[in-house]
């Protein structure tokens, strides 16, 4: 759904309100608080979502004067719900928290920039992961513009720009180094991009087709079909993305999305690519 407008003037009172942004001192986190996130975060890498909302909802009743499981809860509600007006509310709860943390309300900001991207509210979204940035460089944002220059704006130049600040900023993220892969790979660095792409399998516990004996993230997945396509490699890029479909969230990137992303340009027409979307995400 593209509805753009109708949310503009509420996000430009929004950014407006908050265009000076007090910085915060990390607030101390209590223990308690400390080993509800660790336990919602580490649910979310099972793939255990129910575990991972009970945690974090949790987390929320007892502490929701910090930031740290508003911008958490947002986040689940973003990415496992897609509920953005859900995710935005406590977006919001996190930059507003009474005990703040410029880590967890940059995170916030970045969570609104997705659902901004979202809705269809580009330029917006630009606003407000730039937002993010200001009030603390985070791999998180420079991941989300790298992944929306390339796909919306064809901007490959300024992707490969963010792909490396999020490198930079987390050198052990496997997202960060297999979109740093992907835009390499286009302005044809292949060495560069070889070694970002398996620095990034071996700390997902991956091989290049995504084969796992444990739970790969969705992203990392997708976005190793992106970089086989782009390399040109058929085989590799429908092996990962039949991986990808396979995770518990793969639904938060839709048929019409992928069939844009400029990274599988060369397999729009493709039969073997068409059948496995049609069989995995079939057109309503």
Same mark, same amino acid.
């Given at each position: @759904? ?17 265009? $000076? ?66 995710? $935005? ?79 930079? #900023? ?30 990034? @399998? ?12 444990? #739970? ?23 092996? @990962? ?24 340009? $060369? #397999? ?8 496995? #979307? ?7």
């Amino acid at each position: @759904m593209r509805n753009g407008n109708r949310f503009a003037f509420a996000w430009l009172l929004l950014i407006a309100g908050c265009a $000076s942004p007090k910085s915060s001192v990390p607030t101390e986190t209590p223990p308690e608080l400390a080993q509800l996130l660790r336990e919602g975060q580490e649910a979310e890498r099972r793939g255990d979502a129910a575990s991972a909302q009970r945690a974090y909802e949790v987390a929320h009743l007892a502490y929701g004067d910090h930031s740290a499981p508003c911008a958490l809860l947002g986040e689940f509600r973003r990415f496992w719900q897609h509920d953005g007006k859900g995710a $935005s509310h406590y977006f919001q709860l996190a930059i507003d928290a009474s005990k703040p943390d410029d880590h967890w309300i940059a995170f916030a900001w970045r969570g609104l920039g997705e659902v901004a991207r979202w809705r269809g509210e580009i330029d917006r979204a630009i606003q407000v992961f730039e937002k993010s940035l200001s009030i603390k460089p985070n791999a998180d944002a420079h991941r989300s513009l790298s992944a929306l220059y390339a796909t919306e704006k064809r901007d490959f130049e300024k992707a490969a720009h963010h792909a490396k600040a999020a490198v930079d #900023l987390s050198p052990e993220d496997p997202i960060a180094l297999v979109q740093y892969a992907v835009q390499m790979a286009r302005f044809k660095k292949f060495e560069e991009s070889e070694e970002a792409f398996w620095k990034a @399998m071996g700390i997902a516990g991956c091989d290049e087709r995504g084969r796992s004996n444990g #739970l790969v993230h969705c992203c990392v997945l997708y976005n190793g079909a992106c970089y086989h396509a782009v390399r040109g490699n058929k085989a590799d890029a429908l092996a @990962m993305l039949k991986e990808f479909f396979s995770t518990p969230n793969h639904r938060h990137i839709t048929r019409e999305e992928i069939v844009r992303d400029p990274d599988f340009e $060369s #397999l729009v027409k493709d039969p073997d690519f068409k059948a496995l #979307l049609d069989y995995r995400l079939p057109e309503e």
